[in-house]
């Protein structure tokens, strides 16, 4: 099993979650299929073979640092009835029948609710049996040769830098970084921590921090995301390990939707 990390930095992210629809949360740490799909991207696997690049892939990731969060409205316009159901809505409404008709007319104008990380860098962790496609991945990392752009989540989220792709190990640890089973979930290395449901805004999150977070897919679990220490796991666990730091990384096709 060889494994390699670097670290990559965005401008703004949003790993959303899999349980929203209209308003859309992010993960604090992305989980393993989003760090896949940004290592398939860089080597140029297409998306119809994600999945069989992934079988034999392990995924993680560590927060190193991040400014805060934004969080931005938008009225949208639902039209899903016809011209005459319309009309018919609209003359009720301004004429005298207001109240009645009032959440209808709501329902056609929703609100999105999205919210974004504020600059978050990560260390990324891989590894796999393939030792070739490590190699692939470290020498284009090392040169910037990659094969798709690379986003945030989603295209309108750029990446800052990507920088010190370097070799690691996958070994057995209880300790780690990243995310972790709630099941297999023991604590953290602090004498205090903060347990937050949302993230608070730019300069008012408080380390460390521990966020909840439900993956789906094939997963169907609930972790524990830790930001600022290191996880303390009731069992041995798969972690990547480069000299620096050890990070939890799992298998990345239960992850895939």
């Not at 953290?188 to 977070?213: C, D, S």
Request: aromatic share 12%.
């Amino acid at each position: 099993m060889k494994a390699i990390t670097f670290k990559i930095r965005f401008l703004t992210a949003q790993f959303k979650e899999h349980t929203q629809k209209i308003t859309r949360r992010t993960y604090l740490i992305p989980p393993p299929s989003v760090v896949a799909g940004i290592f398939g991207a860089i080597l140029g696997v297409e998306r119809r073979n994600i999945f069989s690049f992934s079988e034999t892939l392990f995924s993680g990731a560590e927060l190193k640092s991040l400014g805060g969060r934004t969080v931005t409205f938008a009225r949208t316009f639902k039209i899903d009835r016809s011209p005459s159901q319309l009309l018919d809505l609209l003359k009720k409404y301004y004429g005298g029948e207001r109240e009645k008709v009032l959440k209808d007319i709501q329902q056609l104008l929703p609100i999105k609710e999205s919210e974004e990380l504020y600059m978050p860098e990560y260390k990324f962790a891989v590894a796999s049996p393939n030792e070739e496609l490590i190699d692939e991945g470290l020498k284009r990392l090392r040169e910037f040769d990659f094969e798709y752009d690379i986003f945030g989540g989603n295209d309108y989220h750029f990446v800052e830098f990507i920088d010190n792709p370097k070799l690691a190990k996958m070994e057995k640890s209880v300790k780690g970084y990243g995310c972790c089973p709630r099941k297999d979930f023991e604590g953290v290395e602090a004498e205090t921590f903060y347990i937050v449901w949302e993230l608070g805004k730019v300069g008012e999150i408080q380390l460390p921090l521990i966020m909840p977070a439900t993956f789906l897919a094939n997963v169907n679990e609930d972790f524990i995301q830790v930001y600022g220490a290191r996880i303390i796991a009731k069992r041995e666990m798969d972690v990547v390990n480069d000299g620096e730091s050890a990070i939890f990384v799992y298998k990345v096709r239960p992850f895939l939707v």
